[in-house]
Each structure stands twice: as structure tokens, then as C-alpha cells.
């Protein structure tokens, strides 16, 4: 059994790209947990995905071996993602551990997720270990971001490390401190209770969790119950990753490990249960998570109608990797499908992509929405799908954001304009350094999950940040704007938009569209709609044969006679033809 004295359990959380996976490879690297010819960079990042967008989107956990003197200490690494769309992950990893490494990037400052980060480490009563990371760059503005630091955490300037990941300076420190200043665990009873943050599937050996053991011991042929969905069950195995799957005798409390029950049913351990032994079993269960509540929400459809039943097996396996993932079956105009809630676009993005890559799958995803709160006869209604929105309501409310915008101070005017522009509110103004202002506004979401985040950053350079929480639904004066192809509407283009918006908008998903549909054998009228009043309208031309050619000179009544014949023929073939709507239009129609 491990010395839980000797046991330390931490994560690393920053903003995006400040340097967690480089910091978390040296650490491995300085405890020999990988050998030196299987060294690469962001070994955490195991992904394919991972790797080629340089970001994080799973925690993993890790076991290190570190010797100081004669003692040797166990600890237990969580390396999270630092975009805001995975905060989810974050949270849970912060709920495992009992310190936090918060890197902060010395040439770009505290950012808008470091404070999301840093405020949800606070709320657990974490350990908070300040590191100021990339020293050696030339562009480090060392004595300044220290400054932020020391204002924001109200720490002696003593107590902040200055390191460099990549170079390796520094590192030994960071050790140092999280031995001396992170908690050792503690535990209350001796019932086995052992927490649930983070599951995958795998095709050989079934559901294989991540668990940090709070009170008890686990060891393999126990006999556990899983309290949430009562669901009894024998352990394979136990082990832990350091950074590889390790078989292990026993978890001890305080431990982070994985556990394996060769469990087939994807449903019997969802994360977030507590899992207790059968024959003393725990009186209570731990507290779990709230459930992450989708802010965006898309149909996934696939190409083949045949593969309907494998998208819904493939994201049960995803929900089971990515607990904040939601969905449910849905029939449209676009065939059988599911309407998936994702917690951003990027979200929204690694999810379709790894679908098809993991499970070999042809998606069309529809336009992102979000959720609206619809009265209808003094009763309100959720929609999450644009096409639902009934004729007539008494009243629409949308999803109301509160973003935090940290940018250099030269570009607070651009910020406001945007702001503005999104139909935003703004709430306050603080300058967190003499250099950098913390902008804080309320934004419909609607505007927030398109393009805000690119048109933010090309405004300022690339150097403001922002993070979002949902406050509240307000009323608004929205309506729906349908596609209409061939006088059929197009529920997959369907959007909900402000009045101001709508008509450039219909305009310009009928002129994208009337360049990505083929030409027919006849003409395809395009129209975009606002309830029953037609606001824009394209025509994709038809093919026509010359069936004049034949005629040389002669009475213009036999042209006339041919063409009218002909024009009979192509009113025949609309009636029997069908618009095949590509899926570059579906995707075309997202980026409008």
C-alpha cells in the first residue's frame, strides 16, 4: 500500500497554448517515467487530433515517481485542455486533485480562461502553485506579467516560479514545490469510496474508468456496486498510467488509478458515479457533477442512411470519452439523425471529426442553434431546432451570455465596436495591469458561437482572450428564416436570427447556395423566407437544348411552336425530379 502522506494529487490549468503539455513532459521527463528512446513532445496529447491542431482536448492522468533525498513521493498529474470549450474536463479533473499548477505564458499575461481556471480551483479549495512560464523568449515581459500574477493572487513575489518548459529551467523547483506546498489526501471512513472523472471504451476489454479513491481500497476480483446506476460488477483489473496502463496489486485511498469491469453496457458507469465495495458498502455516495448543460446545438446526419444505427453506437462510445456530449434521435428533410448539444463550436468540431475518424463515419452536420424558451398559450417550450419554432407565439427568449474580455488596452475601442455589433450590453470595465483591460459584457449566445472569436481576435491582433458563462434568457425580437428549394422547405438550412439580420442573411444563403446546387435539366427557384413573406429569391438556371437550331428563316409560329414544346417538357420533368442538395451547401451555410 502507498503512504498517502507521501501521495500528492495535481492538475495544471492555463489559458490555451501557454504551456501545460510542454511543462507536463518535463515533468515526466525528470522523473524517468518515459524511457529515452519513446521520448516525444506532448506525449499527453495522444490524439491524433491532439496534435495536429497543438491543442488539449482530453485530461489525462499520470503517475510519477519523484526521489528527493531518500524519500520517494507518488504524484498523480491530471494535464487538462485550456480552450473554454472543454471548462468541462477542467472541472472535473480540479474535483480529483488537492493542488493546481496555474502557467501562465510571460510574453502574452493572464488570460480570459487562466481566470476561469484559476476562480474554479478556488471554489474546490485547491492548493494554488503560480508558475510563470517561457522566460527565455525574447519577448517575455517578465517583471510585468509578475506584477498581474502577485495583484491577481495576492501571493509574495517569492512564491511564484519562473521556469522555462521547453529549456527544462526551473523544473526541479516545480517538484520541489508541489511536495512542500499540495496537500497530501486525506480520508474520513473506511467504506470503499472510490470517484468516477473520466471514461473510455475499449474494443478488447470494454469500459475503462479513471477513478480517484477517496476512502478504502479497490483491488482486482473485488466485488463493486456502482451507486448511481446500481449496477454490480467484478474488477478485472487495477492499475494506473505512468504514462502507460500499469497493472496494479491494489488502489489505495488518495490514489489516482484506473479500474477495469469488463463491462459491455456503455450505460452501467457513467462519470460522476461513486463506486463502493458490495459487501460494505458506503452509506453515501460522493458528490458528483452537475451536468454540463450544451450551449449549442447542431443534427448530425450520416451520408448513408444504412449507418444510422452505427452513429448511434459511435456516440454512445464518444458520450462515455466525453461526458459533456448530448443526444437524441431526430427525422428531418436530410433523413433519420440526432440532434447533438456540444458546449461550442470547437466542441462541435472535434466531435464530428473523430467521429469520422475514429469510427469511420460520413457526416452532414446542420447549422449550429442554440436553445430558445418560446411562449406559447401562457406555456413555455425549449427549442433547439429551428424548424420547431411554431408560427405564432407570444413571446421568444434567447440565451444571454456573460463574456470576460481581457485585451491590450489600444484595442478597447475595436473590442466595444464588436461588442455592439453582437447586440451586446456592457456590464464594467477594469484595468487588471497598467497595460491590459478586463472588458466584461452580456451577449446573446446566438452571435457568441459563430464568428465572435475569430472576429475578436483579427481585431486585435491575436492578442485579446475570452471566456463566457450563461446568466440568463431574455426576451428578444427574433424569427425564423427558412430556405425554401423548389417551394420545398429545407429544415437543415432553417435559421433563427434578430429582425435587423434576417434579410442579409436570407440573401446570403440563397446566393451561396446558388452557386454550390448543380444545374437541372429545369429551373430551381431559391427562396429564403421570414414566416409567409418571401425576403430573398435566386434561380438556378436550367439546361436548355437549342431546339431551334433546325429552323432557318421561315415563320417565327414554328420556333414558337418547338420552344412551347419544350417548355412543356421541362413543367413535366419539375414535377417528377427532385433537388439533390449537396453536402457542400449544408457546410456552406454553417460558415454564412
Not at 522566460?135 to 498581474?148: C, K, Q, R, S, Y
Not at 484506473?258 to 461513486?274: C, N, P, S, W
Request: with cysteine; glycine share 6%.
Amino acid at each position: 500500500m502507498e503512504n498517502i502522506e507521501r501521495t500528492r494529487n495535481f492538475c495544471i490549468i492555463a489559458h490555451i497554448d501557454h504551456g501545460k503539455s510542454t511543462l507536463a513532459d518535463r515533468l515526466l521527463d525528470f522523473t524517468d517515467a518515459v524511457p529515452e528512446r519513446e521520448r516525444v513532445a506532448q506525449i499527453l496529447d495522444t490524439m491524433e487530433l491532439e496534435r495536429e491542431r497543438g491543442i488539449t482536448i482530453k485530461a489525462q492522468a499520470v503517475r510519477l515517481r519523484y526521489n528527493r533525498g531518500d524519500d520517494e513521493w507518488t504524484l498523480n498529474l491530471i494535464d487538462t485542455p485550456g480552450h473554454v470549450d472543454f471548462a468541462y474536463e477542467v472541472s472535473r479533473a480540479i474535483a480529483a486533485c488537492e493542488g493546481a499548477l496555474l502557467i501562465v505564458d510571460a510574453s502574452q499575461g493572464i488570460q480570459a480562461q487562466t481566470l476561469a481556471n484559476l476562480y474554479l480551483a478556488m471554489e474546490h479549495d485547491l492548493e494554488i502553485i503560480p508558475v510563470l512560464n517561457k522566460i527565455d523568449l525574447p519577448v517575455a515581459d517578465v517583471p510585468a506579467v509578475t506584477e498581474e500574477i502577485v495583484e491577481l493572487l495576492g501571493v509574495d513575489e517569492d512564491e511564484l516560479l519562473k521556469i522555462s518548459a521547453k529549456t527544462g529551467e526551473g523544473v526541479e523547483e516545480v517538484l520541489d514545490a508541489i511536495v512542500d506546498r499540495v496537500p497530501p489526501p486525506t480520508t474520513t471512513q473506511e467504506e470503499t469510496r472510490a470517484l468516477i472523472f473520466d471514461s473510455h471504451y475499449d474494443p478488447y476489454r470494454g469500459v475503462v474508468s479513471l477513478t480517484r479513491l477517496v476512502d478504502g481500497s479497490l483491488k482486482k476480483g473485488d466485488r463493486v456496486r456502482a451507486m448511481g446506476s446500481e449496477e454490480q460488477f467484478e474488477l478485472l483489473e487495477v492499475g494506473c498510467y505512468s504514462p502507460k496502463p500499469t497493472a496494479l496489486p491494489a488502489l489505495a485511498a488518495g490514489e489516482v488509478g484506473y479500474v477495469i469491469a469488463g463491462l459491455k453496457d456503455i450505460e452501467a458507469l457513467r462519470v460522476g458515479d461513486t463506486v463502493t465495495r458490495v459487501e460494505n458498502p458506503a452509506s453515501e455516495p460522493l458528490p458528483g457533477y452537475a451536468q454540463a448543460l450544451p450551449t449549442v446545438f447542431s443534427g448530425l446526419y450520416p451520408t448513408e442512411g444504412d449507418d444510422f444505427e452505427r452513429l448511434r453506437d459511435a456516440l454512445s462510445k464518444l458520450q462515455l470519452n466525453d461526458a459533456s456530449l448530448f443526444f437524441e434521435p431526430e427525422n428531418s428533410r436530410m433523413g433519420f439523425g440526432f440532434r447533438c448539444g456540444f458546449l461550442g463550436l470547437l466542441h462541435m468540431e472535434i466531435v464530428q471529426e473523430r467521429l469520422e475518424r475514429e469510427f469511420d463515419l460520413d457526416l452532414i452536420a446542420s447549422s449550429p442553434s442554440v436553445k430558445y424558451e418560446v411562449v406559447v398559450d401562457g406555456e413555455t417550450l425549449e427549442i433547439t431546432n429551428p424548424s420547431d419554432l411554431p408560427e405564432s407565439f407570444e413571446e421568444i427568449r434567447e440565451p444571454v451570455v456573460r463574456a470576460t474580455i481581457i485585451a491590450p488596452r489600444e484595442f478597447v475601442g475595436a473590442v466595444m465596436s464588436l461588442c455592439h455589433e453582437k447586440r451586446g450590453t456592457s456590464v464594467g470595465m477594469e484595468y487588471i495591469s497598467t497595460r491590459r483591460v478586463q472588458l466584461t459584457y452580456d451577449l446573446p449566445l446566438a452571435e457568441v458561437i459563430t464568428d465572435f472569436f475569430d472576429a475578436l481576435k483579427s481585431r486585435t491582433r491575436g492578442y485579446a482572450s475570452y471566456d463566457y458563462e450563461l446568466v440568463a434568457y431574455e426576451a428578444a425580437d427574433l424569427v425564423k428564416v427558412e430556405v425554401l428549394v423548389s417551394g420545398e422547405p429545407v429544415d437543415a438550412l432553417s435559421v433563427i436570427v434578430h429582425r435587423d439580420k434576417a434579410y442579409p442573411r436570407g440573401r446570403a444563403l440563397v446566393e451561396k447556395l446558388k452557386e454550390l446546387i448543380p444545374r437541372q435539366q429545369f429551373e430551381v427557384p431559391l427562396q429564403a423566407a421570414m414566416g409567409r413573406r418571401i425576403i430573398a429569391r435566386e434561380t438556378v438556371r436550367a439546361y436548355r437544348k437549342d431546339v431551334t437550331a433546325k429552323c432557318y428563316g421561315g415563320d417565327i409560329t414554328r420556333k414558337r411552336k418547338l420552344l412551347e414544346k419544350q417548355k412543356a417538357g421541362k413543367r413535366r420533368m419539375k414535377q417528377v425530379g427532385s433537388v439533390e442538395i449537396p453536402q457542400e451547401a449544408f457546410l456552406a451555410a454553417l460558415r454564412i
